[in-house]
């Protein structure tokens, strides 16, 4: 899960985090009042959306004005006339998709007098399963153009679970950072905050870009980027209560409210697996085949008829979608509850494309009659690879 930069920023500023004091607004009037409440006599204009990227963005609106969406002002006029042009308008990034987002809130923060721009993240590692911070000296730039071009001006320290972060981890980064005197304190200080946040709220992703050393010595989190493990969010309900749902696909939605594991993507083949292992594998052999991948889904080891309804009408929603490809192996499912749903499915949203079902495992072979004795034109695959080249033929001679 997700949250604006304005909700990680409150998240982190209650475990003693430094960040600039501001507000979120859905107005111009809203906007208004907030930058007077500021001290000026620089104000700095965030739009609000799940997407990186905001300051180098450009919006699709000529109304929007010039500049992206983020904007350093020097008058509450000027706020106000900027978050006129801002909200409504849509903002294109170079992580959304060419549609971009519209912009629904601002976020209106004091400016500061910047001494350095660094860059920090942690993240859990599944290489080393500890909580890694990542940290650079080349604040405000992609992390990923650094590692391309500079990667010696990447430093990363693994933390051990069992100590946790202590003051050397925190030194280490900063002295790395090239910090020194007073800038060392702040940056601890900040560093063992940002650690301790990350693991009692059970984040996955904590990213400052950048992490800005003041005039005056102290580590400011001038941006922050938090998303969070959503098999952790029954214990954080305040961080639940956080989720956007404007800013989530509408059949990503739609798939988390029956307890589908739902990504859509941009090819044309449909998708629809028990288990993210085999969904990968569904993925690559229809890329192996020549064709592209729709979605990402997987109903889970219990799927019931009517998760597998509303897992092809999700899947149907996409109209990119010119043919399903339907992989299960039948563990803790039956292949014959799978085939009962693919048919119940079928017949109810009427499907109009070629579909392929591969069934393995227990019940296969009461699964495949079922399917054969149908009267619905559902092509067998025998094998994965036999359904995934089935299933790119159907499409291509379908088109």
């Not at 989530?248 to 409210?257: F, V």
């Amino acid at each position: 899960m997700n949250i604006h930069e304005y909700q990680a920023k409150r998240l982190l500023e209650k475990y003693g985090v430094n960040v600039l004091k501001g507000g979120v607004a859905h107005t111009p009037q809203e906007a208004e009042a907030v930058a007077k409440d500021l001290a000026g006599p620089v104000w700095v204009v965030k739009a609000q959306i799940h997407a990186g990227g905001r300051g180098k963005g450009a919006f699709i609106e000529k109304s929007a004005g010039k500049g992206g969406g983020v904007r350093v002002l020097n008058s509450v006029e000027a706020v106000q006339k900027n978050a006129r042009q801002i909200l409504g308008a849509t903002l294109v990034t170079s992580q959304t998709a060419p549609t971009g987002k519209k912009v629904k809130r601002i976020y209106i923060e004091d400016g500061c007098e910047i001494e350095k721009e660094l860059y920090l993240s942690l993240l859990v590692d599944r290489e080393t399963s500890r909580v890694t911070l990542i940290s650079s000296t080349e604040g405000g730039m992609d992390i990923e153009e650094v590692a391309a071009k500079s990667p010696e001006k990447i430093q990363t320290i693994a933390i051990d679970p069992l100590t946790g972060m202590l003051g050397y981890h925190a030194r280490k980064i900063a002295f790395g950072l090239g910090l020194e005197g007073a800038q060392v304190k702040s940056a601890v200080k900040l560093l063992i905050s940002t650690y301790t946040a990350f693991v009692e709220l059970d984040a996955s992703l904590l990213e400052i870009n950048p992490l800005v050393i003041t005039k005056d010595g102290n580590a400011v989190a001038l941006d922050a980027k938090m998303d969070f493990d959503d098999n952790a969010l029954y214990r954080h309900q305040d961080i639940e209560n956080l989720r956007d749902e404007d800013e989530q696909d509408a059949a990503e939605l739609e798939a988390q409210r029956h307890d589908l594991k739902y990504i859509k993507l941009d090819g044309r083949i449909g998708c629809m697996v028990n288990g993210a292992g085999l969904a990968m594998a569904t993925m690559d052999i229809i890329k192996l085949y020549g064709s592209e991948p729709a979605n990402f889904l997987d109903v889970g080891g219990g799927a019931t008829k009517e998760r597998v309804t509303t897992a092809f009408k999700i899947i149907l929603s996409d109209p990119n979608v010119e043919g399903i490809l339907v992989n299960i192996f039948g563990g803790i499912m039956r292949c014959d509850v799978i085939a009962e749903g693919v048919i119940a499915a079928a017949k109810e949203v009427h499907l109009n494309v070629p579909l392929v079902v591969r069934l393995e495992g227990t019940n296969v072979d009461l699964g495949k009659k079922i399917l054969s004795e149908s009267g619905l034109p559902i092509v067998s695959g025998e094998n994965l690879a036999d359904a995934a080249e089935k299933i790119v033929k159907a499409v291509r001679e379908a088109g």
